[in-house]
């Protein structure tokens, strides 16, 4: 992708962590630069799981989806890599998926309050991610989905604000116009979209360019 110009959607979930993401940014901006390109140029923008809110009901209300997401992922893995996931107790495999989720709510989503969303945010941007694409489709109960779009709103806000640099830096890369998928990735959900025009906000909070937009 990089060699070619080309922007790239990738996901947080395809990550064991933000570091782990990091290092396929850092290959991503040494392609381009031995390519001739701008190191520092093409949208790489990210999918992620976002509820915004009080921590703890946050927590309450994404543990059982993410958990369930994390048994599947789970046991695709070991089918893959055709291993027995059998052979481990169950408790012990929920003591797996407990330490998952723990390390996923903390680093791997933006689950929380708006200052614990934005601390993630933060992190992210300075590895080089400029561009967000929030999903919110992933089990939750709908209604309950949408009672969060105010606090998503000033999320939103606050990062436009905050990352206005990021914006004009990214305007100025956009003659590299092709986005594309890493193999698995999830595109946005239409939902996403249905709420988004509700609302009047882009879930991809750093987005200015259409052609990055997955249908």
């Not at 947080?12 to 993401?21: G, N, P, R, V």
Request: charged fraction near 25%.
């Amino acid at each position: 992708a990089g060699t070619k110009g080309y922007n790239v959607l990738t996901a947080m979930f395809a990550y064991s962590s933000i570091e782990q993401l990091e290092k396929n940014i850092v290959l991503y901006r040494k392609a381009r630069k031995e390519a001739g390109l701008s190191q520092d140029g093409g949208c790489i923008s990210l999918l992620i799981h976002t509820f915004v809110g009080n921590n703890e009901e946050v927590r309450s209300i994404v543990e059982d989806p993410i958990k369930k997401y994390l048994r599947d992922s789970l046991m695709a893995y070991h089918e893959g890599m055709k291993e027995d996931f059998g052979n481990i107790s169950r408790e012990n495999k929920e003591k797996l998926i407990d330490l998952k989720f723990e390390s996923y709510f903390k680093d791997n989503a933006l689950f929380g309050n708006v200052e614990k969303c934005l601390s993630t945010i933060d992190r992210l941007v300075a590895i080089g991610i400029n561009d967000f694409a929030c999903l919110v489709d992933f089990g939750v109960d709908e209604e309950i989905v949408l009672k969060q779009c105010s606090s998503l709103a000033l999320l939103n806000q606050l990062v436009l604000s905050r990352f206005s640099n990021k914006l004009n830096n990214l305007s100025q890369s956009q003659d590299e116009t092709e986005c594309i998928h890493e193999e698995g990735n999830s595109h946005l959900s239409e939902m996403d979209s249905i709420i988004a025009e509700a609302r009047g906000f882009s879930w991809g909070m750093m987005m200015n360019n259409q052609k990055n937009i997955v249908k």
